[in-house]
Structures are given as C-alpha cells and as structure tokens.
C-alpha cells in the first residue's frame, strides 16, 4: 500500500510541476529566512558565552546628573581603578580596559592595528584561548596578539618572543615582546582587540596629567565578584569616589556608581543606546526583532500560498477521488494521501530552505556584519 501511495504522490507532482516549483522555493525562501532569523537572534542570545566566570564579572558604571536626568555611562574615571584596588577588598579582580590604536613595524613593513591597554588580570577572569604561550603579561615590554595578527606580521613561522616594533610620536620607538598568541574572538564577543598590553603602556605618551590616577580621565572597569550578595553594599562604598570625579569635572557631575552584571551587558549597551561604552556591543533590538517578524510573514505568506495551492490542485483531481472511492479506499486513506503529498513538498522546501540559508543569505549576512 505505501508502495502505491508513493506512486499515486509522484504521478501527481509531476502533473503539476509549476505548481510544485513555486511551493517548494516559496516555502524554501521562506524557511531559509526563519533561518537567518533565529541565527541573527542566537548571536544575540549567546553574546560572551564563552566566558566561564562571566556571571562573577561586572562592569562600573557611572551615573551622571545632567539637568535633573540620571544617565549611565559604560565608563569611570580612570583613577578609580586604583582607589578601589588600595581601599576595597571585597573584589577578587580589578580589570582596568582603554581601547587604543597604534602603529607597528615589523622589519620593513608597517601597520596600523587596535591595541587595548588592560591590566594582566583581563586573562585570569575572562576566557581567552592561547594556541602559543600561556597567556600572561609580566611586564611592558611584552604583548599578546590574535592568531590572525600572528599570520599577518609573521606568516607561518611561530611568534612566539617575536619582536613588535611600535611607533611613537616624534620618531621615538617601544619595542615589545610577543608573549603569546590567542584565538581571536567571535564576533558575538565584548571584546574585539587582536593585540593586548599592560595598562601602564598608554601613559608614555600622553600629557603630563594622563595617568592611571587621573579623575579627568575615563576608562572601562572590570571587576569580578564571586558573592553576588555583596554587590549592594559594595556599590555603597563606591558612591563617595564621586566627589574626587566631581571636583575636577564640573562639565560631568556623577551621582553615584552602579555595579552591572557582565551576562548580557553587549546587548542592554544596545538596546538601551548605553553611552560611554567602549566594547563591542550586541545587535540592535530593531534588528533582531525586524528580521525575526519578516521571517514569520514570509512563512505565514508561503503557508497560505500552499494551502491555497494544494485545494485548487485537488479541485482537479475530484474524478480520481471518485474512482478510488469506488475501489475502496476510505476517508481516512484518502486524507492520507494528501497530508502525505503536501509532507513531501514541506520535507522538499526545507531543504531548499537549508541550502539556500547555508550558502547564500547566512554567508551574505555574516559579511555584512563584519563590514
């Protein structure tokens, strides 16, 4: 019997073959889209799930007062990271992060690349794979690159203990170490930098008064607590640092410091617009939420044109019904045979959905979210 049902199912595809050809890639499209759809949505879901200690991990903020409005900032002063370390011992990590750019030589060629300035602890809590090396910075001379940046400078040849030339300002010169080699990143990652050195390496070029003491300055912190029920109070023993800020900022009146969860920070940063924040942000709510509704309406459209498909084809068919009738056949068989033409035309749509999402739009849109 499922040998005839089979026959009885191809003879009909084949009697309708435009019919078939726009419901299996309009359904396909459509899939193909929903697709897209719950990828773009997964990239924002999985942001920084990699990182092991994440949910010790938490940003300071600032919360400034401009005309009676409180807004957050992703950032601090950048003396605070110090004033913490020296008077506050309930963190475990203190995670000082600027982002910067600078230019290298390496022998005769030159680049211009990112480098972050951060304390040696952003490895201890955040997880960071090292094909080379062990992933620690003991001093400033050494630095840590992406093994993109590697093939980039050296090819195939190992970088570990490779020299990295920088370029200061007035032709002076900072040479670096390599220490070790990680794997860059994922996109859906906080932290996009493909070289790494310690904080201080920022000062040695800077004004007189841009130190790590500096309350003018800003920069991104870290810190990892591994009580959550301490962060209440600890944010009450941040508050009075405001008034080293307040003193030298007038233009920049902080009211308080708040302590934010590193689980799902890229993707408040942007929904909420965060300003003052120097990491990578998640994708956009109006992204997220616009693609997933186009891939339902897509399907839903595709559906309907099927539905409506599938009745005008069996309209056609109504003397075949008959005679199958008279043979026999039951209602239950005949229903059968239809939710079973209509499955193989789903099964057909799906994977035309697949390959096209595979090949082309997945692809297409990852290369628009790299550019």
Known sequence: M??????????????????????????????ACCIVAYFNYDFNRSFDSYHTQASTIYRVNSVREFQNELTAYGYVPMG??????????????????SPGGA???????????????????????????????????KDKSQILISDKLAETYFGSDKALGKPITQLLDSGRLKEFSVAGVFKLPPSNSSFYGSAYVMFDNQFEEGAADYTENSWRHRSTLFVQVKDPKRIPVIEGLLTPYAENNNKIREDFIIRKFEIESFVGMAVRDSYNEKPGSWTRDASPIAAVMGIGMMGIFVLLIACFNLTNTAVAISSRRLKEIGIRKVMGSS?????????????????????????????????????????
Not at 4 to 29: D, E, P, Q
Not at 80 to 97: C, E, L, P
């Open 331 to 371: 209602r239950a068989h005949l229903i059968f045979q239809f939710i079973g033409e209509t499955t193989l035309i789903c099964l057909l749509a799906l994977i035309v959905g697949v390959l096209l999402a595979d090949f082309l739009l997945i692809p297409a849109f990852n290369k628009c979210g790299q550019t």
């Open 80 to 97: 605070m990271g110090n004033a913490i370390k020296q008077n506050i011992s309930d963190f475990d990590n203190v995670i000082r992060y």
């Open 103 to 137: 230019n290298f030589r390496i022998g005769e060629e030159l680049f211009n690349n990112e480098l972050m300035y951060v304390d040696a602890s952003l490895f201890e809590a955040f997880t960071f794979e090292f094909v080379e090396g062990s992933g620690a910075i």
């Open 2 to 31: 499922i040998k005839n049902y089979l026959l009885i199912t191809l003879r009909s595809l084949t009697k309708n073959k435009f019919f078939i050809f726009v419901n299996v890639f309009g359904m396909g499209i459509a899939i």
